[in-house]
């Protein structure tokens, strides 16, 4: 029988309560900080927020030891997330090898061994599941249960006055975009980047083209905010956004991956020789001079580009090495 939550993690639910009340109505900023405070409210190793999308549910924001999952897709059907939609109940997993009604395999790739699954819902309307896991077994406790159902009701309200302050105000009509979509620029965000990585090695089994993975890291963003002001900043972010996101083809994916960081993936039929040629061209077009206010500001940029599967078939290895690139590129752009 569980007892009520000791004094401490009763200030910390309202500290949490407080802070996401007072937050900004941008859905993927709310969803970092649910899925970041309710790892550190029950220790957990990692926590991910599930938005339900068609058949699936997608980790559209991680935190801890399940970062790197972001964007990860699994089926409803079949799964402890799915059940606990279903039943409307917050479910505890004790050990994922024993319990049979897990998908094992899932458990496995994220690599948990226990996790508390907590629906959110706002009236009728489903937002989406919570998920802290641990890779130990029996790790959650009852009070962990009802600690994390306390600050369900606040999660679900939060994250549905978000949704429809959008709504209203950009006319937008889908969770599934807001979660998926950078509020600053309106480009494609990480959890939405790592999604498409992922299905896109996924289809290259079975498609003749090719795909790499570009990194684009903004030149001297911070002695721009320093100098300036972060209106600045995001001025220049979303210019740079703005001409790239013309220069490429609608087939492509072009996110924002967070501060002055962006992921792009090509996925073309063109030997690799043409898409480094295609990637010199527009990291040229896109730099170059803007006006903020009657001040000049550069857009300058370094970038690293890694090519499937000569630098990696995995995800995790191509992200790697485009990001080693990036910052050979940027280190060479210094001395030069």
């Avoid at 996101?245 to 690799?272: C, V, W, Y």
Wanted: glycine letters at 6%; charged letters at 25%; hydrophobic letters at 40%.
């Amino acid at each position: 029988m569980a007892t009520s939550p000791s004094e401490s993690t009763l200030e910390k639910i309202l500290k949490i309560q407080t802070e996401l009340t007072a937050a900004k109505p941008d859905v993927p900023l709310l969803l970092d900080l649910i899925t970041l405070h309710s790892k550190e409210l029950v220790s957990g190793d990692g926590a991910v927020f599930e938005l339900v999308e068609g058949e699936d549910l997608v980790y559209r924001a991680a935190s801890g030891t399940a970062s790197n999952q972001i964007g990860l897709r699994l089926k409803v059907t079949g799964s402890f997330s799915g059940l606990s939609l279903q039943l409307k109940e917050t479910l505890n997993c004790i050990d994922s090898e024993e319990d049979n009604r897990v998908n094992r395999e899932a458990c496995r790739v994220v690599g948990l061994r226990s996790m508390i699954v907590v629906p959110l819902y706002f009236d009728m309307e489903v937002l989406g599941v919570l998920k802290v896991l641990s890779a130990k077994p029996g790790f959650f406790t009852e009070n962990d249960l009802y600690s994390l159902n306390m600050l369900s009701g606040t999660m679900a309200a939060v994250l549905h006055n978000a949704y429809r302050w959008a709504e209203r105000e950009k006319r937008l009509q889908s969770m599934s975009y807001l979660a998926s979509h950078d509020t600053l620029t309106g480009i494609y965000n990480r959890s939405a980047f790592y999604d498409f990585l992922r299905r896109g090695i996924t289809r290259l089994s079975s498609n003749f083209i090719s795909l790499s993975v570009v990194f684009f890291d903004l030149d001297g963003l911070k002695q721009v905010n320093d100098s300036y002001g972060h209106a600045a900043g995001d001025f220049l972010i979303t210019q740079f956004a703005n001409r790239l996101s013309n220069l490429i083809q609608d087939h492509d994916t072009f996110a924002r991956l967070g501060g002055d960081e962006f992921g792009l993936i090509l996925m073309s039929p063109e030997p690799k020789d043409s898409v480094v040629s295609f990637l010199i061209n527009i990291a040229k077009l896109v730099e170059g001079e803007v006006l903020f206010e009657s001040k000049s500001l550069l857009i300058k940029v370094s970038y690293g580009i890694a090519f499937y599967p000569e630098d990696g078939k995995d995800l995790e290895s191509l992200v790697a090495r485009a990001d080693e690139r990036m910052y050979e590129n940027k280190r060479e752009r210094k001395k030069n």
